[in-house]
Structure formats: C-alpha cells, structure tokens
C-alpha cells in the first residue's frame, strides 16, 4: 500500500525571509505530525499489538510526548517516533517528510535521536528532496545521512540523553528542499527523533575533541599511555589540520599539530594518537584534551573544544565475580520465552553460590499489561530507572555489557573482567532479624568526588507463580528489598584498606494463604516449602556504570544445635576445621547486642558483624568462610557480659 499524507499545505512561517528552519514537535497534537509536514507508508506491514497505544496504525510516524510517556528528561517533550515493529517481520519502508524551505548558504541540518530499544535498534536514513514529496523524488539524491543502528541513549528524567546528528547542506545552497526521515529497520520497536534545526553556525572553523580514546576507565599499574582522542568539526568549513593539546593533572601540557589524512567536514569526526607519551600515576588521573587551532587560525569558540576523561589506576586487580541483572515480568511472553532457556544456564553457574563467580539479581517490572507482577516495587523501578530500561526482557552483565545471546559464552566473557574491588558477603538470620554484612577492600584509591556506590541487595531464590500471564511459573533470584534503597550508598575509596558495609532487616511476607506479595511492597513470597534468601553486594561507577565486582552469600532454614556448649562454655565453633562454612555458638544470660569480629594470623580483620542483638540462652551464627585462605583465625565476640575468644582453623 502507498499512503502520502499532507498534513496542512503551507510553508512553516518565517523560513523564507530568515531562511532557517526548525522544529522540535512539541505543538503537534499527539500522535498526529506537526503541521505541512507529509508522511509515505509505502511496506503497508500493521504495527504489533505491544504498541498499538502509540497510534501508528497506518502512518509511517507519530508524535508523543516522550517525557511523560517514557520518563526522559523534561526538555525533550513532544518527539517524532518511527518503527518497524510489525505483526508480521519485515522490512520497514516509512517516510515522515518536512515542509518545503529555502537552503541558506553554509548551511547545516541537525536533529537528536535515540533508539528506544537498547539491543534491537533503529536504523534509517536522512535524505533530500529539491522536486518534491514522492519516493522517487528523494531517492534521485544520495542519502545525507545513514546508520544501520542508531545509539540507545534516551536519558533519564534527571540525565539529559539523546544523540546529536548533524550533516552540511551546502551543496543544496540556495533550493528549495523538502527533508525525510526514511526508517529502513526490521523488527525494530522504535526510534525517537527531535530537535530538528536548519542553520548557519557562526564560525567556518569550530573543532571540538569529541573524545579520549583507548583508555580503560580502571586499570592495573602506572605507565606511560599515548593518549588517542577523536576530533569534532562543528564549523561549516572544512578542517585539515588542527593544534590539539593534552594535559594529566597539574603536569606539563603537550601540544602537537595533526594533518588530516581526509579532510572534516561539517559534523565529521577523525581519531588522533600524540606521539608523546603521558606519565598515569596511581590513584586519580584527569585528562584533559583540547583543540586551540584549525588550520593555522586559533579557536574562536572555546566553550566546546575540550574533553575531559578520569582514569583510575589500581595498584592490583582481584578475581570477578561478575554481577548479571534482568529486567522481566510475570506479565511478559518474550520474557518467559528467554527464561525458559537462561535459568537453567544460570543454575548450573552455580548463581549466587558462596564463593561463586556468577551472581544474579532479577527485578520483576509493572509492564506490560496487565501490569500486575506482585514482585515489582519501587528498589526495581529505581535501577530500571538507571539503565533506561524501556523494553524487557533486558539482562545487563557487570553493568555495562547488554547480553543479547544470553549464553555461556557471554557469561565466560563477563567472569574474566579484572576486578578492581574484593569483596566477601555475609548473612545470618538473628531473632527476628536479617544481618547482612560485607567486607569490601579497594584496590584504588578515590578521595574525593567519588562515583563509586555500594549496593546491598535481599532476594528470594526462588518462588512459583501459578498467576502468571504467561508460561513462566517459576522464577528465581528476584529482587525483595535494596539497603537503604535502590540508589546504594556513596563508597569512598583507599587503597588496599578494608570497609564494612551491612544491613539489618525484620523481613514481610506474602498473604499467608495465596503467597502472594503486595505489589509495590518489599515482601517475600511465602508458596514456596523452604524460603531460601539471597544476600548480593556491589559495587557499581555511577558515571559508566561499570560494576567493579560483586559477592554473594545465601541462608536458608538449617539445624540449631550444631555447637555443642558444655555448662560452663559460652562460645564454640562447628565444624572446626571447616571449609566453606562455620557455625558461632553463643550462650548469654541475658539478651545483648554483640559485635562478632574474626581476625587472620597477622592480626587482619577478614570478618566483622556488628551491633546484632541476639537472645538469652544459646544462639548460633553462620558464617560463610568460602573465600577465607587456609590457616588459623581469632574469633572475638564482644558483648554485654563480656569478651568471648575461640580459635577456628580453615582447612581447604
């Protein structure tokens, strides 16, 4: 089917006598387009049902106002929005095309766009038209702009996101044009486009260091590094050499003169390597990268020409345990589709084992309809937030890794990242309450503006379903409360000096009759026999969200008595020698808050449970001693009544 639309036949007032034109869609009337703008649906393919409330229907694009409708920053607001998710695949042919304006001289065209699919993104072209509005009319001309996969970077509410895209039109200087936005994808949901401007920049010559390149944010060891980067033009002129300088710290600058092999146009980028290298010192190092010349006449706009990058250089690097999180619904078929086959590769990585090298948390979301997952609460929504999840099922290794085979190979790959913080995870069950703790030791120093957070995570191991929508009535490793919340705690950093992080916790539970949880509360599922609890601890870079490493430690019911006092005993230790696990029995006259510390042979804390209330009589703690080397270890408790001291001996 051939469908051309005109919206309304006029020119957008203004472009003829200030010969610039814009539009940033935020006075279309949903979901129509903006006034005299035309659209072509030439594939005729009928969008899928999972986005039948964006009113795509027959059109090749709508508006919508994706702050509101996906949580994105405030200054987006109405966005044209394309797509090639069909009820049958196949491949997109969608033209949203502009009304007609006049091309100034030194001219250029730039909009922003973000895939709203992070794995499955857009792809589509920019072309032009100078006869009129038909298919042909713009195929005549090359594309001006191509991508087979646009950028997911839509933001939050708080973080500005978006890609910015831009090409010259000066070689259409002085016609009349029509522009289209052409989506070319396959089975891709959508892309969001806005911000669409015709304009002359104010300078011939404006370079910008887009980036510094080639260096990982954390790394092991101090040494030279030839810094590389990647140079913006953003005047209407074309550069061929530029005076770029680079600078680390308070140290001496370096300056070198680049010629470029092709020259950069408008919008074009080239990458750059200095030839001398710069010194990287343990601990905080601050790149500057900046351009100050083009072609021999100095910078006029100094706003946009600098680019900063911190690297930070650990004097060692641990063992991974590599973190993966999803994002799914009870509510979602492709999610109970991808579990069907992901659990089970889980379960047999021993997920969330003491001592393992794979741990996994999965937060239940609200969508899509009948949004009514009993696992969602307001910690899921938080990390949702975070990564921009907009589609599940989403699973994300080590916080940076999109997983989009969701096999072994790719949990090989995320298990042999260096880590770059250990950490050990401990959880007891005492009185009433949960006791969490964790010792983490950075191998990086972070004094101050640190963007390091560490995040406590209680989860169910496992629970079943039968009120599920879809297949899947079996879901593990789901998320049940964060400490404090789903936005973690500010870790400042030292080098090789250890930190304890813990939580304390009076756990809820689901009706005592279904087992179901509240929706938007922190219960746990009851409908299981045996409830199993999940104890996961992280450390994640807020800024690129890398997760530096993670641990784990599980609880389950297990027998009491196991530490056999005599009358006059008031701690011991089973088994002793142990291996993975030990068991702390304490005998007090009266209820006491006690702080439990265990130290290595050169006196080292390696464990450390502080102000737990426990009760009158006998009570026993378990303690997880997976990572715990071979050799002899201090016990000393700290209570109300006093000192209690206990040797134990780890025997692998």
Known sequence: MKKQILVIAFLVSGVASAQVWSENFNLATVPLLPSAWFQNNIDGLTPNASISSYNFGTNAGVTRNVSTSFGLHPSYGGALLTTSKYTSPGTSNDWVISPNFNVPANSVFNWDVTSLDPIATGIYEVRISTTGTTVANFTANPPLFAIAGE???????????????????????????????????????????????????????????????????????????????????????????????????????????????????????????????????????????????????????????????????????????????????????????????????????????????????????????????????????????????????????????????????????????????????????????????????PYVSIPTASPLKVFQVLAQKSYSYNGASTTQKMYYHVMRKMFPDGNGVVLIPTDGVLQTVSFSHIPSFGNLFSGTPAQDTYNFWTSTVVIEYEYIVFVQDMVSKEILNSASSQFGPFATGLVNLKNDEKIGVYPNPAKDDIVVGIKLKNESKVTLTIFDINGRVVYSNKDACIDQGQNEIKINTSEFTSGSYNIIVNTNEGVLTEKMIISK
């Open 151 to 441: 950028i997911y970077n839509p933001g939050n509410a708080i973080t500005v996101g978006f890609t910015q895209r831009g090409v010259s039109l000066d070689a259409y200087a002085g016609q009349n044009v029509h522009l289209a936005i052409h989506d070319i994808g396959n089975d891709r949901w959508q892309t969001a486009y806005d911000n669409f401007a015709v304009t002359v920049p104010a300078n011939q010559h404006d370079g910008s260091i887009l980036s510094v390149n080639g260096l990982t944010r954390y790394m092991v060891g101090a040494y030279n590094q030839n810094i590389s980067g990647t140079f913006k033009q953003f005047g209407y002129g074309t550069a061929t050499t530029a005076v770029i300088n680079c600078l680390v710290n308070n140290g001496t600058p370096i300056t070198q003169t680049f010629t470029f092999g092709t020259p950069v146009p408008y919008y074009g980028s080239s990458n750059f390597t200095f030839t001398n290298p710069v010194n990287l010192g343990l601990g905080i190092n601050k790149i500057k990268v900046w351009v100050s010349a083009i072609n021999g006449i100095s910078e006029v706009n100094m706003v946009n020409d600098t680019a900063f990058q911190y690297v930070y250089v650990a004097s060692q690097y641990t063992n991974r345990h590599a973190l993966i999180e999803g994002f799914c619904s009870s509510t979602c078929p492709p999610c109970a589709s991808v579990h069907n086959n992901f659990d089970p590769l889980l379960i047999a990585n021993n997920a969330n084992s003491a001592g393992g090298d794979v741990n996994v948390i999965n937060y239940q979301m609200n969508w899509p309809s009948p949004q009514n997952d009993p696992s969602y609460n307001p910690d899921g929504f938080i990390r949702r937030a975070y990564y921009n999840c907009n589609s599940i099922p989403y699973d994300i290794a080590n916080g940076n890794i999109a997983m989009t085979s969701r096999n072994q190979t790719e949990i090989n790959s995320a298990k042999v990242v260096p880590a770059f913080v250990a950490i050990t995870a401990y959880m007891n069950f005492i009185g009433n309450n949960f006791v969490g703790s964790a010792n983490i030791t």
